[in-house]
């Protein structure tokens, strides 16, 4: 109410404004052109306030320009044709401007509303998008989310602590650099589950006995699942990979033979004490100390398998530094 109280007083202003400025020409115009000035109160009135403001500038405008500046003055009759004309033509030209311009700010009020609607959309999405951005930069696993080509687009900061990545560096890099994956016993490359829940639009989990190999090489024994991205329409814009390490706990092992190798092919033989010497130790070693992950032996433990390890090690013997490589086989 308060608004279209606003509207027509701003309409009955720009009439008397006009009234007030033909008073201050009336010298100059004298009788000649009594309405053209109140065009302007009808423009006014239609742009300012709309239609129903413009037609009463233009009603009221009418009743001011006869009544004070057209003969006979001081009333609402016209003396002379043109004066009549001119009436005609101000009220019949009024009207097409009250409209023309009423309609033009509706139209005017009604954009810049939807522009008003708009800007709130979007910082009510901007506001959802960091919310989201947060909780998934929170979630205790790794996240990957790659687009439709596998590029990374985000990581949180477990996936950057378990891949070795910087989420700006690792932006735009396919996902089978990031995260490549291989399989534990064999270290053969086991596709990545994203890769495959783009192309077959499904959920993904990963087989097991897979391995994380990090930015330094380093292998981890991880769990991990893909899904798709979809939109509204239920197109697939990218995918999502949640994965975490796996630890193991070893059982026990029972070490079945030791086979040692010169390192260097060159190295002669060693002694036979010297080398069971050696395959004790290292026998002792494996059953006792070695941590899988923290040494240079591949190996987890897994009930019902063998396994067979290849590693590298230096150990001390009666004859000085023994560089060595060897083969243990494990039976579980």
């Not at 006869?66 to 009759?77: G, I, M």
């Not at 053969?188 to 990963?206: F, T």
């Not at 391995?211 to 991205?229: F, K, M, Q, T, W």
């Not at 002792?284 to 899988?292: A, D, M, S, V």
Request: overall charge neutral.
């Amino acid at each position: 109410m308060g608004s279209a109280k606003r509207r027509y007083g701003i309409a009955l202003l720009a009439v008397v404004m006009a009234g007030v400025v033909r008073g201050l020409l009336d010298p100059v115009m004298g009788d000649g052109l009594p309405y053209y000035i109140f065009y302007f109160a009808v423009i006014a009135g239609a742009l300012l306030g709309g239609v129903g403001p413009g037609l009463s500038a233009l009603v009221l405008g009418y009743a001011a320009a006869t009544y004070f500046f057209a003969p006979p003055r001081l009333s609402l009759e016209l003396g002379v044709m043109k004066d009549v004309v001119g009436g005609f033509r101000f009220i019949t030209l009024g009207a097409v401007i009250a409209v023309a311009g009423g309609l033009g700010r509706w139209r005017l009020v009604k954009w810049r509303s939807e522009v008003a609607q708009r800007r709130q959309g979007e910082r009510l999405s901007l506001l959802e998008l960091e919310r989201t951005h947060n909780t998934l930069a929170a979630v205790g696993d790794g996240l990957i989310i790659t687009d439709t080509a596998g590029r990374v687009t985000f990581m949180n900061g477990t996936a950057m602590q378990l891949t070795g990545w910087e989420s700006g560096t690792a932006h735009g890099r396919g996902i089978e650099e990031v995260l490549p994956l291989v399989n534990l016993h064999t270290s053969v490359s086991v596709p990545n589950p994203a890769l495959r829940a783009l192309r077959e639009g499904v959920d993904i989990g990963l087989q097991e006995h897979t391995c994380l190999v990090d930015r330094y090489g380093h292998e981890r024994l991880i769990s991990e699942s893909a899904a798709p991205i979809r939109d509204h329409q239920q197109v697939i814009t990218g995918a999502v990979l949640m994965f975490r390490p796996v630890v193991v706990n070893p059982e026990p092992m029972i070490i079945d033979s030791i086979v040692l190798y010169p390192a260097d092919g060159v190295q002669p033989p060693l002694p036979t004490h010297t080398q069971v010497a050696l395959e004790n130790d290292l026998r002792t070693w494996l059953g006792n100390e070695w941590k899988p992950g923290q040494n240079n032996v591949r190996f987890v433990s897994l009930k019902g398998f063998d396994l067979t390890v290849h590693a590298e090690e230096t150990a001390p013997s009666a004859e000085g530094p023994v560089h060595m490589r060897f083969r243990a086989a494990y039976q579980g």
